[in-house]
């Protein structure tokens, strides 16, 4: 696609239920990167793929978040168990390769009740 | 260890005048720095980087930074501003332009007035 694509771009979720947010990257694009980015703040590390290894995951703040990218492409972040703590807004950027640009999506914003 | 800090949250400009947005870092190699513009509802978008050539870094919509290694600064202007300059700013520090994770500062929110 032209950019990268995240869904949805708003998710409500009732404490404890799990979500699954998606991000399609630019086509090519081999390196993966997630971000959280909280109200009023800058966006945080999450986790990095470069095609389907996840080479950092140091950022992923529990054992409740989880990552994915099995076929190089698509990748999905898994959160289990949702709590309020958790919403925030769930960047997705990708990049060619270590030495470019890296893109953002628009975001998927996670709002737990 | 690499960390960012944006000296104000919140910055009011007339239009016209000039923009100033801070950014001081701290890092234990030479870093790769960024600054990202993020309208609302919006991802962010690339402004400019510095990858440790030119000094002056021109970027889109006529920013530009100075990275100044002896006061570990890397700020923003743009020399008038305009009403659809009105974003969220983000300042970035990593250790490389991709595949490297990218540390931003809490940003600065720019607002214009007519």
């Known amino acids: 696609g032209a950019g990268v694509s995240q869904s949805p771009r708003y998710k409500v979720a009732k404490r404890g239920q799990d979500v699954a947010l998606r991000c399609d990257p630019i086509?090519?694009?081999?390196?993966l990167f997630w971000y959280q980015q909280a109200l009023g703040q800058g966006p945080e590390f999450l986790t990095y793929f470069q095609n389907e290894a996840q080479l950092d995951k140091s950022g992923l703040p529990s054992d409740r978040f989880f990552a994915e990218r099995p076929e190089g492409s698509v990748s999905t972040l898994k959160i289990q168990r949702t709590q309020q703590e958790d919403s925030a807004v769930y960047l997705c950027?990708?990049?060619?390769?270590?030495?470019?640009?890296?893109?953002f999506g628009q975001g998927t914003r996670l709002t737990v009740v | 260890a690499q960390s960012v800090t944006q000296l104000g949250s919140h910055v009011s400009v007339s239009e016209g005048a000039l923009v100033l947005l801070r950014c001081n870092y701290s890092s234990s190699v030479p870093p790769y720095l960024f600054w990202y513009v993020q309208y609302p509802n919006q991802g962010l978008q690339l402004l400019l980087k510095y990858t440790s050539a030119a000094t002056l870094v021109k970027g889109i919509n006529g920013f530009e930074a100075e990275f100044k290694k002896s006061e570990t600064s890397f700020h923003l202007t743009k020399p008038s501003a305009h009403m659809s300059d009105a974003a969220e700013y983000f300042c970035?520090?990593?250790?490389?332009?991709?595949?490297?994770?990218?540390?931003f500062g809490a940003g600065t929110r720019l607002f214009v007035k007519a």
């Open positions: 950027a990708s990049s060619l390769a270590r030495t470019s640009e890296a893109f």
């Open positions: 086509s090519g694009h081999v390196s």
């Open positions: 970035a520090v990593s250790l490389g332009t991709g595949g490297f994770k990218t540390i």
